[in-house]
């Protein structure tokens, strides 16, 4: 074995990867032990080689095998510094499928609350990048506010040294990103405010881990008992949604703050590393994130937002995907009343393992957590205007596990593929066909139908008609909208929500702009604008769950929510 090339070596780790049984296990060893002892000269054969070592490393097949795989993940750091002092190009471990691996760095703009996360979580890993920052009227307009006689120079002079500036002002111990957080956290202004003025500083961080156990070469969460892949991995084939979402519950266990926290400090290493931001990432709440148990070495962190950040109408909800201790994808619910909006992202790394089995998992955990029996996917998941989904075929996807596509003339379109592939042995639909199917929402229920009330329902439809009635009654002034809708709506429910708490009427005044276009709300019954009350304070309330349970339970509000946005 030790006369193959590199390149061959490697495509027999790619055929040995997924696990075939005993026999293959013997040859996976030995050319794991091949390529140990081989130098890397370039970036991409290392960058391949390391993906794959992840990949045995969620999807182990032998418990030899996998103290062979972390033994060698241990070693990148060094081979990336061999790597550097080769001079060979490095550019590739920038790539955001790839980003994180040991003795690497990564540079981008991030937002206020990821970089305040960095500077509080890694001060002496993150510092920020000068180096072709063009944007110094910006800085001359914001840092006065922590310089004093800046403006001695920002207002009358060019080519101003900011940074000279910055280094005379903070300590030498600290970081100049460390301290400039502290500066924007002690701003009196709202956290909203902090943000905008942060970022529209587009200031590059530069993060260089140095702890083993944030980069993703040594990201793994210490689990008691790990999943082993004896056999082949499920199929799509294998996978039956139905019985997934009617089957027993998951176990779930509601974390301590302190547990969650540390499983947010988690989720956000793992996403921030891929160069990725998640709402539910950035803003979850400590004290709202679940576990469930998946089975087959999975577990879902599921993780809930404050009342301060959540979606004015819909409830959201994300959650890391763990595979034995691995983090390997994510996935969103976005929900109103019994319908969810939802897809599952699997890392790069990780898409050739039970992607299938995974996603009927998470509708499973979904059902169970929120109620939901309608499943939608936005048509970027399937590749409108995403040309990733095109490629990896994500229509068909979806479809073979039981989707259907809401729009008629896109249903009929597919039906005629399907023929065609039944018909045509070798017959690939092809790219263009695939984008003409991806322009629509896709729909699987639990109670499987041809039509559903769901099908021309759009959440943007409720929006439009909102701006529609602002600029036609109120002349594009949306304060005076959102007064009179709040006006109209309090009275109609008999209820005084200028004296209930600033979330509450903060959620009051985001519904009362739908609820006042339905007609004859007045007229509802007592108990129905009760319970109509009850939902919106809800919204509020520590679980935002409870308010979605409550929505379901509504059936005239459901009514009149589906007709204004269909």
């Not at 074995?1 to 696990?19: F, G, H, I, Y």
């Not at 990949?55 to 061999?82: D, I």
């Not at 429910?493 to 007045?522: C, D, H, M, Y």
Request: with cysteine.
């Amino acid at each position: 074995m030790s006369s193959q090339t590199l390149a061959r070596l490697l495509d027999r780790l790619e055929e040995l990867k997924r696990p075939s049984g005993a026999s293959a296990e013997a040859r996976l060893s030995n050319v794991l032990a091949e390529l140990n002892k081989r130098k890397f000269t370039d970036a991409s054969a290392l960058i391949r080689f390391h993906e794959m070592l992840l990949f045995m490393r969620a999807y182990p097949q032998s418990p030899r095998l996998l103290r062979q795989v972390e033994a060698m993940l241990k070693t990148f750091a060094r081979r990336v510094l061999s790597l550097q002092s080769m001079d060979a190009d490095l550019s590739l471990f920038a790539d955001p499928e790839v980003s994180g691996i040991a003795g690497t760095s990564l540079t981008a703009i991030f937002s206020y609350p990821v970089a305040r996360w960095l500077a509080a979580r890694h001060p002496s890993e993150v510092t920020i990048d000068w180096e072709g920052y063009e944007d110094g009227a910006r800085l001359g307009e914001t840092l006065p506010r922590f310089v004093p006689l800046l403006e001695e120079e920002s207002l009358v002079e060019a080519n101003i040294p900011y940074t000279a500036w910055l280094r005379a002002a903070r300590s030498r111990n600290e970081r100049e990103l460390t301290w400039l957080m502290r500066r924007f956290e002690s701003l009196r202004v709202p956290e909203r405010e902090k943000a905008e003025l942060y970022d529209s500083l587009k200031l590059y961080i530069i993060w260089q881990p140095r702890d083993f156990s944030v980069t993703r070469t040594g990201m793994k969460r210490k689990v008691s008992e790990i999943f082993y892949h004896d056999q082949p991995l499920l199929t799509r084939r294998e996978v039956s949604l139905i019985a997934e979402v009617n089957a027993p519950p998951l176990p779930l266990k509601k974390l301590s703050r302190r547990e969650g926290a540390k499983a947010l400090d988690m989720i956000r290493n793992t996403s921030t590393i891929r160069y990725r931001e998640l709402h539910g990432f950035t803003y979850g709440d400590p004290a709202r994130v679940v576990r469930a148990e998946a089975g087959r070495g999975v577990e879902f962190f599921v993780c809930g937002v404050g009342a301060e950040h959540r979606l004015p109408l819909r409830t959201y909800h994300s959650a890391l995907i763990v595979k034995n201790g691995v983090p390997i994808g994510y996935t969103e619910g976005i929900s109103l009343f019994e319908r969810i909006e939802t897809g599952i992202n699997v890392y790069y790394t990780f898409r050739d393992g039970e992607s299938a089995w995974l996603y009927g998992r998470v509708m499973r955990m979904f059902r169970q957590l929120l109620g939901v029996t309608a499943f939608s996917i936005d048509p970027y998941q399937i590749g409108f205007e995403n040309e990733e989904g095109i490629e990896s075929g994500a229509f068909w996807f979806y479809r073979k596990l039981g989707f259907r596509p809401v729009r008629s003339e896109i249903d009929k379109l597919v039906r005629a593929e399907e023929e065609k592939i039944a018909t045509r042995k070798a017959y690939r639909t092809n790219a263009k066909i695939l984008r003409q199917m991806a322009v629509g929402h896709m729909l699987f229920e639990t109670q499987p139908a041809t039509r559903s009330s769901w099908d021309k329902f759009q959440i943007r439809n409720l929006g439009l008609k909102i701006q529609q009635r602002m600029a036609s009654s109120f002349g594009g002034d949306a304060l005076k909208m959102r007064r009179a809708s709040a006006a109209s709506v309090e009275r109609a429910l008999g209820v005084k929500a200028s004296q209930w708490k600033e979330t509450e009427r903060r959620a009051f005044e985001n519904l009362a702009l739908v609820l006042s276009l339905i007609p004859n709300l007045a007229r509802w019954t007592k108990d129905e604008k009760q319970a109509v009350t009850r939902i919106i304070r809800a919204k509020a309330g520590a679980e935002e769950s409870r308010y979605l349970r409550l929505l379901q339970k509504h059936r005239k509000l459901r009514d009149e929510i589906i007709k204004l946005g269909s």
